[in-house]
């Protein structure tokens, strides 16, 4: 069983920065592949980044890459996502999710098992 617990979001102006924090408890999260996805109001949740457990393979969707970076911290059970040059659609709630599969981290969340309680991000113009 894992939990997680997102911090880090909030309100910033376009081309602003944030970076969202994913803390897990549990055992062996170092081993979890790892995603966030986002979801904005009257919208479906879609996909924003993954990483798998090794920390070495990394998947973007195509609206923010170049501009939000995933990372984990296996050490203190994190998983981070910066966000530069913010935009105002990416206003959206952020999800952290987690999954333990012998494949790579997906990018579709009905795989993913375990899942944070989001952090709103609003980015005003």
């Known amino acids: 069983q894992v939990q997680l617990v997102e911090s880090g979001g909030g309100l910033v102006q376009d081309g602003g920065s944030l970076r969202l924090s994913c803390t897990a408890s549990g055992r062996a999260f170092s081993s979890y592949h790892v995603a966030w996805f986002r979801q904005a109001p009257r919208k479906e949740r879609e996909f924003v980044a993954a990483?798998?457990?090794?920390?070495?393979?990394?998947s973007y969707t195509d609206s923010v890459r170049g501009r939000f970076t995933i990372s984990r911290d296996s050490l203190k059970a994190t998983v981070y996502l910066q966000m530069d040059n913010l935009k105002p659609e990416d206003t959206a709630v952020y999800y952290c999710?987690?999954?333990?599969?012998?494949?790579?981290?997906?990018?579709?969340?009905?795989?993913?098992?375990?899942w944070g309680q989001g952090t709103q991000v609003t980015v005003s113009s």
């Open positions: 999710a987690a999954v333990r599969t012998v494949n790579g981290a997906p990018t579709l969340d009905h795989m993913y098992d375990y």
């Open positions: 990483l798998d457990w090794t920390g070495l393979d990394t």
